[in-house]
């Protein structure tokens, strides 16, 4: 882990609310793995005096050596607002990389990617460090989930990897009308994966989480929620483990990624 101030490579827009962000790194962070994620506050602003939490989208290559990081965020307040605005040559402090990554699966899994919205930002990472790892990936389908087609993002670089590319949005304006954990009920019956990654709103991890029980698939989701440290020191990001003991996990460090079982949601 470390904290850096670190120079913006390119900020550039990705949707109508949605931006991404390359910012050049300390060679310690080209060690993170899929999930982790990274504090950052803005050098030249004050609209925050807190860091805060980007999932890191991708690695940065240049020559084939990985040069910075990458992260898609949303404009969703004055921090989000103020990093719109960000230029090249500008400067952010990072803290990374932090917390718990997605695991690979083993050579050959039937691998099954969710993600809704926003959730989207680490899974370009996942697919890229499976690629690297095990050149194919002819056994993994990607769903992608969003309230409206301007929620759904990635796509191109999704396609780029050649998986079957699966899309739903609320109001039906892009892909199939409904939920992504909808579809998901529908292909696993027809195509059982051995294991299942998603990203995204409480409410949808907590549903792929249900699926995956049902069907007893392994399923590894990652938590999108506040935090003020991103180190364990605060305890504000608790969630509560699973059976009745009562104990919490913290998203910051015993997360963002866990194992769906081990949570009571």
């Keep these: 882990m470390i904290y850096k101030k670190s120079k913006i490579l390119w900020n550039k827009r990705a949707g109508d609310l949605y931006y991404k962000i390359g910012i050049e790194c300390d060679a310690l962070f080209f060690n993170a793995v899929p999930g982790q994620f990274i504090m950052l506050r803005l050098a030249n602003h004050t609209v925050s005096l807190l860091n805060r939490p980007f999932s890191i989208h991708n690695l940065i290559y240049k020559n084939k050596k990985p040069i910075g990081i990458e992260l898609l965020f949303k404009v969703v307040g004055g921090c989000t607002k103020a990093m719109s605005e960000q230029k090249e040559g500008d400067f952010v402090h990072i803290l990374g990389p932090l917390g718990n990554g997605f695991m690979l699966p083993d050579k050959g899994s039937k691998i099954f990617i969710v993600a809704g919205g926003i959730g989207v930002a680490p899974m370009i990472f ?50 199939e009308k409904g939920f992504i954990t909808e579809l998901l009920k529908k292909e696993i019956k027809k195509n059982r994966p051995d294991i299942i990654y998603a990203c995204g709103p409480f409410n949808m991890l907590k549903a792929v989480a249900a699926i995956s029980k049902a069907d007893n698939i392994s399923c590894h989701i990652s938590i999108e929620t506040l935090m003020a440290c991103g180190m364990g020191a605060c305890l504000g990001c608790a969630v509560e483990t699973a059976g009745d003991s009562g104990k919490y996990a913290h998203v910051c460090f015993d997360g963002p990624v866990f194992d769906a079982t081990s949570l009571k949601i």
């Design 126 to 175: 996942l697919l890229s460090s499976i690629k690297q790892k095990y050149l194919l990936l002819s056994d993994t389908q990607f769903f992608l989930g969003g309230k409206t087609k301007d929620d759904i993002l990635c796509v191109d670089e999704i396609d780029r990897f050649q998986v079957a590319l699966n899309i739903t949005t609320d109001d039906g304006s892009l892909g």
